[in-house]
């Protein structure tokens, strides 16, 4: 599958660079906007840079908070307490000490019975937000998504050759297989809800991304590849994550 047409790449020197250019970007898109503005985030470890960044008050002033809404583009199964839920380390970092709670849109792990249910809810609660049963090109559901990519090619909890890829007429499913570590069910956004975005932003960082980052610029057809906005698809890499190829580009 080729890249998509609007994936641009930038080149960072190390984690802490890329961390500050990932804060401008979702800076300039919430100033971009004067209404409402949607941020979806990310979990994993790509992101703790730039949410640690966030809290900071040269960039926790420039936010105007009131008006930010924060959603997750995926949720491992676990209590919101566990230091495994993707939201939980969201809010322990910056979101519970800068953002109003009524804000804060956490996919509910708590008090819901299976995965299944909390995607049903949390696909209730995007609808509501968005104003409408179904996506308009025209009117994307997000200004910023953030997103990484697995070792085998994944993003959010989309995964390779599983029927959720295929996924186009829900907003948010439940992922009872999972193949990489951590091994919980997973609930994530489909692609439809994370592609309706003016940008998606990509965050690949150290050597062992190297390798499945090769693949994905490569054009090979993987989950990764098909993430994008309808915008702008920008992945910030630094230089240990950088293929040889792109290094001298």
């Given at each position: 599958m080729a890249p998509s047409d609007n994936r641009h790449v930038?080149?960072?020197s190390d984690p802490a660079a890329l961390a500050e250019a990932a804060?401008?970007?979702?800076?300039?898109?919430i100033a971009a906007n004067s209404n409402r503005v949607a941020i979806c985030l990310t979990g994993g470890s790509s992101p703790k840079q730039l949410y640690r960044l966030l809290a900071t008050d040269a960039y926790r002033s420039r936010i105007p908070w009131d008006?930010?809404?924060?959603?997750i583009g995926d949720e491992r199964f676990v209590p919101a307490n566990d230091p495994l839920n993707n939201m939980g380390l969201a809010r322990q970092i910056f979101l519970d000490r800068c953002a109003p709670a009524s804000n804060v849109h956490p996919i509910p792990t708590d008090n819901t019975a299976d995965p299944e249910e909390a995607a049903r809810r949390y696909e209730k609660e995007l609808k509501s937000f968005y104003l409408a049963?179904?996506?308009?090109?025209?009117?994307p559901?997000?200004?910023l998504v953030l997103m990484g990519v697995g070792p085998d090619g994944h993003t959010a909890s989309l995964f390779?050759?599983?029927?959720?890829?295929q996924q186009t007429d829900r907003w948010v499913i439940g992922v009872p297989q999972v193949h990489v570590e951590p091994f919980v069910t997973r609930v994530t956004l489909t692609l439809p809800a994370l592609n309706s975005c003016r940008e998606m932003l990509f965050e690949v960082s150290g050597p062992e991304k190297r390798a499945i980052l090769t693949r994905v610029l490569a054009g090979e057809n993987l989950p990764a590849n098909r993430?994008?906005?309808?915008?702008?698809?920008i992945w910030l890499v630094d230089e240990a994550a950088l293929?040889?190829?792109f290094r001298e580009r």
């Open positions: 930038i080149k960072v804060a401008e970007r979702l800076i300039a898109r008006r930010v809404h924060w959603f049963e179904q996506l308009r090109s025209t009117r559901l997000f200004d390779p050759d599983c029927a959720s890829i993430a994008h906005s309808i915008g702008e698809t293929p040889e190829d």
